[in-house]
Structures are given as structure tokens and as C-alpha cells.
């Protein structure tokens, strides 16, 4: 039955969907500017972005496309155009041509060459400037690359007290630069792949090569080959390609907006991946306990950092149980509340005309709704959405009898839990609705049940090798030392961590 | 079976099943002896526990480097007989905690509907297989620990050793009975009895550790149950839900809650184990697909708990000590036996 429905459900999405194809066809380059024009044209047009120029010098005839927009005009201009067309060749065969163009008379420090007209193509695209000459199999590509820019900024997701001001940002090379401006080693290495058929976007995997796994590199790049898309606008696009098997709310990869925590990350042996157009990076493998992590417990005292942390684990986990809690505790078990809170919560949930599980749901898909209209909204309304929230949520309700004061502190309190770990709140948002339901229904001996299955489930997760509860379990006290406590930079300073040594 | 989990992970998972048991002890079983005995009977069940694991142990010591053909015919009744006698545990596993929620924490509501979400959960856990089962009942073993002394902080002022009764009242023999059926509830036995060659480091080591834990907890349960409730306690379903409804600590009150999360926590994880070794077996002997046994047995699992539910009688059937205890010897000293003289009879032949 069930392979059944899975065959009719695979049927629906074949007659609505197309495959990708990874497949491109290799093209040589011609002998001929005309003919690799003719075959960018019949690739391009109409595009009118695309901008081809033809030179003669003497008898050797010179062929450019580029991208208006995508590069830098005076850099062309200056590097390029003038001193290439302005040389003396002493030799019109073309081979020989390119080759003098691309060596010595350019000023350019970033080229290549290039045989195969597509790879060709989707450079150009990329905003270099492609240059062909007349008798030669092969082009050349000058990375002029100039097009429009964020400036680099504060993330916005991962602000901190002390350190960096620097995020990333959608420049590929300024968010690889920003790496390397903080790793001065030859041991940092970045290599570049491509991922999504049409849309060929770059990503980069970064590790440092004395203590990443050879085998989790190896391996994460053959993931991102091997990914199957069409268009990556961003890292999210192969972050489940990344992923294991196990499905879960939890993800074994983690995300960042910030060089310094990127560059941290490496230093312990993971693997970084940067992606086109995305201010964020990925990095893997990712364990539980780096979610309480930020950069600031490495910039104040250890004692405060470790209270911090702890701070952190209860307000995930009353983020996640609190509502689930108090919705069994009232509906089942109100003999665990002292007599004196009993009677007055009674009171206050007796003018409530809803039971307390639908009470919960309602009160928290309303904060979910306030939540995302203020998250997508333009900022110039977002104040009146948040005195609307407030006041629907707030007193309007209570006072209405729709609902009780000590749901409301129990909404707050969950609320603002939930933005202390900004990347748990995904699974803290998902797992508070399965509570809520599952409290009503079967109270804390629901609740428990519930609790075991999302434990068995993240016990499952090995991302690379790394099971996702460790140091908790499989139990390496060693690396408590940084991982659950954080001690001082005297002693954590000589051993740095490896994260090879957190399997089995 | 070629995943290997560590000596400490899998007398975790084994520390957590057996507590299990003591917690969810129904003092109808023991209806001979007082119950200051019972803190006496630990001791005795120590000792009927290690004699019935010496075969085991040689067993393991003498030819646990050599493997033996997955597919002949004695290592298939080996592995029917040993899934036979975990389901019959898992189905007395969920079959109690249906008896406890039926009773307990829901006395007015059918609680069919819950069995069916356990056994879902549990089949999910054991599907996920055995690491994620072992690390979970790491991670669980500190907040049980916690749990359970923080419960026992709560009680200690209603410790009255007045209520205690006098030792050995009604002679010995009811106490050997009452240990010989406490191993007949230790499904563990069995469990280290197949899977001790899948266990990295010094198992016996981890065995004795284990064994002596988990008494020293268990006569702790007992001699709170003795000291606080004494005879009271007889008259309890589950004594040791009664001791922890009793408990108060400041402004905390009916620790109860706490002991049913412990429960259920625990009662997970010892059925999606059990659930996992059946289907391991299973899969081992006959080379069939491990999803496919692992919903059958949740099927039939969720079936005769179904047909359990609500029922005192159709409970006695699925949680009677003989039957427990015939398992139990059977699968453990005898079948270790046997295998000795296989083995040994096998060893002559060739030389």
C-alpha cells in the first residue's frame, strides 16, 4: 500500500516536473572569431547585456565578449583593451598572438586559458572578459569583475558585544578574502566548485589542510558535485545535500554570518563551504552543543561565558517544554503546582471559553503570524505591526476572557527563550507545536515519549562521522573543556580542539 | 550483528532496563515475603544472577573469537528463541505501562490510542538502530540518576525505621522464590548473552560493575519503600509511584510527575532495544529486510498489547514470573551450556 501510494505520488511529480540534466556538451573552440561568435550568439541572444567587439591589427583579427554590467570598465579598459591593441606583434599567427596578448602585454594578474568554448561562456557570464584571436584553438579570459556590491557590514543573525564588525557578504571573493585575511597560512586552502545547471554557481570549500579529515573534504566535495539542482541562489540550496540520511529537525551543518566564527570553526578541522551570492558560509561537521556557542564566550572571562552557556541550554529547553509543560500540568497533572498558584491559575483559566491546548496553539500561531509579518514587512510599518501584536495578543485578549494572564507570561517567557539561540529557533518553533498538541493529549507521559523519539532522533545524526550529541554522548570529557564549559585561553590556548577525535 | 557499541554505553542502556523493572515491580509477585525482605532479596538475586552468567562468560572466554555460521540451523533456533523471549519481554514491557497509564495517570480514558504511539516510537528508535539507542541512554542515564536522587532527598524525612519488619519473618524459602523470579524478570541476562561479542572492552568487568549498581539502587528502592510506606506498600499497584506521589521538597510537591518521566523514558528505550535485537536476529539468521521485520513486530507487538489493554487477567498471561523466568533459563545458562558441549564435542571430532 505504501509502495503504491509512493509510486502513484512519484507519477504526479514526473507529469509536473522536468529532470535536471547535468550533462553539457563539450564545444572547442573555433578557429575563427566569427565562428565563436556565432556560437556564443546562437547560446546568448537576445541577450542585451552581452557585448562583443571585433579589432584588426594588421592581419591579425581580435574578438571580445563581456558582460555590460558584470565587469570593471577602467580596469578593462586600462589593463586589457589598450595594451593589448596597441602592440607591436611581430607574428600573426594566432597561437603565437594570444599567447604574447595573454603573457606579456596585459597587466592583468588574474587570467586563464581556456579550450572548451562552454566553460568559456559561463566565465564570461561570471563577468571576465573573453578574448579570442583569429587562428587560435584557444581564449583567453581576463577576471575583470566589477559589478554591483554590497559593502561589507554587521551581520544582522550573529551580532556580538566585543570582536568583529565584519560579516559576510554576497561577494564570493571578498567572503573568501575575509578568510584569508585571518588565516595568513599556506595551509588554509579554498578550492572552487560548481554547482546548479543552469545557473553554474560558485562554491567554495575551505579547510585547512594539517587537521581537516582528508576524507570528510574529500567527501563534502563530492556531495556538492554530485548535487542535483538546476538554480543555487543560495548556501540553503546544498545544505541538505550535505546532510545524512537521518531525517530530522536538527541539521548536521552548521551556518554563519561571520568570518571570525568561520575562521574559529576551521581552526578546529571542519569544513567551510562559501557560496555565490550568499552573506553566509556553511561548515560541517556540526555538533548540539556548538548551538550555545558564540563568539563572545571567547572574548569574556570564562566564568561568566560557561553561566552563559547554561543560561543558553535552559532557555532552549524552555523554549521547546515550557507550553508543552504547562498545557499537560493543567490538564493532567495539577498536583505537581503548589496549592497557592493552582487557585489562581483555576481562576484565570475558568473565564477562558477554550480548552488550554487550543488555548496554547492559538496563542502561538498568533505569535508566529506577529513574528513572520514583522520579519517580511518593510521596516517602515514594522512598528505598528508590533503595537498591533502587542495590544491582539496582550491585553485585548485577556481582557475579551479569550484568554488567561498566566498563558500569556508562559507565551512571553517561550517567546523570548526562542531568540536566545536564533539557530535552534526553526526546531524550537517546530518542536513547541508537537508538545503543545501532544500535552494536551497524553500530558507528560506523552511528553516523555515525545522527548525520547527527538533524543533517539538526534543521537542518530553523524554528520561525517561525528555523531551530533557528542561529548555528551559518546562521552569525551576532554572536550568538555570547550565544548560544554569554557575555560581559559591559558589552558585552551596550548591544545586546540579536533573534531576527527569527537567520533565513535 | 556488526555494529560495536562501548562497555559503557551498553550496560547504560542495560542500567536503564533494568531500573525499569524495579521501578514498575508490582508487590503482587512477592505477596510471600515482607518487604523489609525484599532489601535482602537484592542480595540473593546478586548472587542467582552471576551463577547463571558463569556459562556465559566461559562461553564467551573459551571461544569468543570464533564466529559461527550465521545460517545454520542452530544458530536460527538460537535466534528464534532469543527474539521469542525478547518480544514476550517487550509485550510484558508495554502491556505494564499500559496497566500504569490505565490506572494511573489516566484512570477515566482509554489509553489504546497512547499504546499505539509507543510502539510507533519505539519501532522509530529501533529503526534508527543501535547507536542512537545506546547514545540516548548515555545522555539518560545522568537526568535518571538525578532524578531518582533528588526523589530521595524528598523522602528522606518520612523515613520512619519503625516501619520496618522483622528479618527472614517468614522463613527463607519464600526469599530464594522471590529472587529466583526477580532473575526471571531480568531480561538483560539474556541480552548480554547475545550480544556480549558485540560489546568493545572489558565486558565482564562492566558485567560486575553493573550488577552491583544496579543492586546497591534496587535495595535502595526497597529499603525506602520498607522505611517510608513498610507494609502499606504491599497493598500498592506501583509502590514505587506511591513513594514518589509522597515525596515533597520546598515548594515542590507529588515528585510523581518526575518518576513517570523517568518510566517512560526508560520504557522507551528498553523497547526500542528489544525491538531492535528482534529484528537484528531476525534479519541476521534469515537475510530478510530489517524495515519489513520491524513492522511486523511492531504490528504484532501493537496487536497483543491491544488485546492486553484493560484487561488484569490477559496482563497476568503476558507478565506471569514463570513463564518470565523459563525464558530467561532457558535462553541464558541452558543454551550457553549446550553451546559449550557443541563446541567441545566439535573440537574432539576434529582432533
New interface residues.
Partial sequence: MVIYLKNWYEKKIDEITVPVDNAEEKVSIKLTVSENFKYIKSKLDPSFDVKYRTSEIGKIKFGFVMLDGMCNNELLTEQIMIPVLRYNYDSSDGEKVILTAADRISGSIDKSIQYELNTAIREMLSGNLLMFVDGSARAVLFGVQGFPKRNISEPDSETQERGSKEGFSESFKDNVALVRKRIRSPILKTEVLEVGTTSKTRVCVLYLSDRANEKTVKEVKQKIQNATLDICLGSGYIQPFLEGK?RSCFSGVGVTERPDVLTAKLSEGKVGIITDGTPDALFLPYIFTEHFHSLDDYLKKPYYATSIRLLKIAAFLISVFLPGLYVA?CT??Q??I?ETMIFDICLQESFVPLPIMAEALMMHVVFEIVREAGLRMPRSVGNAVSIVGALVIGDAAVNAGLVAAPMLIILGLTAVSSFVIPSLYDVSSVLRFILIIIGGL?????I??????V???M??I?PFGV?F?SP????KLGAWRDLIIRTDWKKLGANRLNTDRLD? | MNSKI?V??FYSILFLTRLLTTLTYIPSYTKEINVSDMIFQTLFRFVFGIIIMLPVFYLQEKYGKETSAQNGIYEKTKAVIFSFVFFYFSVATVARLDLF?GTV??PETDVKF?LL??VA?CA??AF??L??????A???VLPVVLSLVFIVFALVKKIDFLNLSPLFYNGIEPLLKTSLNAVGRTVEYAVIAVFLPFVQGNAKKGFFIWMTVQTFVTAGIFFLEATVLGNFSQMQLFPVFTLA?MAEFS?F??L??II??VW??CA??KI?FLLYLQAKLITDAFKVKKTHVLAVLGLLLSAICLFVSGSVERFNLVDTSAIKLILVLVSVPLLSVFEIIKRGVKKCVKQ
Avoid: C, D
Fill in positions: 537521518v500540568i493532567f497533572h498536583e505537581v503548589p497524553a500530558g507528560f507521559y506523552g516523555m515519549i515525545a522527548f525520547a523519539a533524543l533517539v532522533n543521537s542518530a553523524e555523531p550529541t555528551l554522548s559518546p562521552t565513535k | 562501548s559503557f554505553q497509564a495517570v489516566f497512547f504511539f509507543v516510537f522509530y528508535g534508527l538502530g547507536m542512537p539507542i545506546a547514545r540516548s548515555v545522555l539518560s506521589s515548594f510537591q507529588g510523581e510527575t513517570t518521566g517512560v523514558l522507551f528505550l526500542s
